[in-house]
C-alpha cells in the first residue's frame, strides 16, 4: 500500500472534523437517555424493566461514542506525519479504511489482531 495523497489527506481531514462535530451533537443529544431510572417512579415492574434496559442501551451507547470522540481528536491532534500510519506495525493503514473509519490508529491486519486476542 501507498502513503496518502495531499488530497486524500485534505479529504481525510474534513472527513474528521466533521465526524468530530456529529459525535459531539450525540453526545450532548444523548445525556438525558443515560441517567439513571429514579425507581421511587410510580411506574410498574415491566416498564420500569424496559426504562432500566433502555438506559444500560444508553449508556453502552454513550461509551463507544466517548472512545469513538477520544480517537477522531487524537487523529486530529496528531502529527500529520504520522496519520494513516499503524500504530502497532507503522505500516500504512490505506485510503479505503480511512475513508470509511478516518480515525483508525490501526491497520485492518493490526486491528484483525487485537478483536481476536493475538
Given at each position: 500500500?501507498?502513503?496518502?495523497?495531499?488530497?486524500?489527506?485534505?479529504?481525510?481531514?474534513?472527513?474528521?472534523?466533521?465526524?468530530?462535530?456529529?459525535?459531539?451533537?450525540?453526545?450532548?443529544?444523548?445525556?438525558?437517555?443515560?441517567?439513571?431510572?429514579?425507581?421511587?417512579?410510580?411506574?410498574?415492574?415491566?416498564s420500569r424493566m424496559d426504562?432500566?434496559?433502555?438506559?444500560?442501551?444508553?449508556?453502552?451507547?454513550?461509551?463507544?461514542?466517548?472512545?469513538?470522540?477520544?480517537?477522531?481528536?487524537?487523529?486530529?491532534?496528531?502529527?500529520?506525519?504520522?496519520?494513516?500510519?499503524?500504530?502497532?506495525?507503522?505500516?500504512?493503514?490505506?485510503y479505503a479504511r480511512l475513508?470509511?473509519?478516518?480515525?483508525?490508529?490501526?491497520?485492518?491486519?493490526?486491528?484483525?489482531?487485537?478483536?481476536?486476542?493475538?
Open positions: 500500500m501507498d502513503d496518502l495523497n495531499d488530497g486524500q489527506r485534505e479529504e481525510l481531514s474534513r472527513d474528521l472534523r466533521r465526524l468530530l462535530e456529529e459525535l459531539q451533537v450525540v453526545e450532548i443529544a444523548t445525556r438525558e437517555g443515560s441517567r439513571p431510572v429514579d425507581l421511587d417512579e410510580p411506574i410498574g415492574r415491566l426504562a432500566m434496559q433502555q438506559q444500560a442501551m444508553s449508556a453502552a451507547n454513550r461509551r463507544r461514542n466517548k472512545l469513538r470522540l477520544q480517537l477522531v481528536t487524537a487523529a486530529l491532534e496528531a502529527d500529520p506525519d504520522d496519520y494513516g500510519i499503524c500504530k502497532k506495525c507503522d505500516d500504512f493503514i490505506g475513508k470509511a473509519r478516518p480515525e483508525s490508529p490501526f491497520c485492518v491486519t493490526c486491528q484483525t489482531r487485537a478483536e481476536r486476542g493475538f
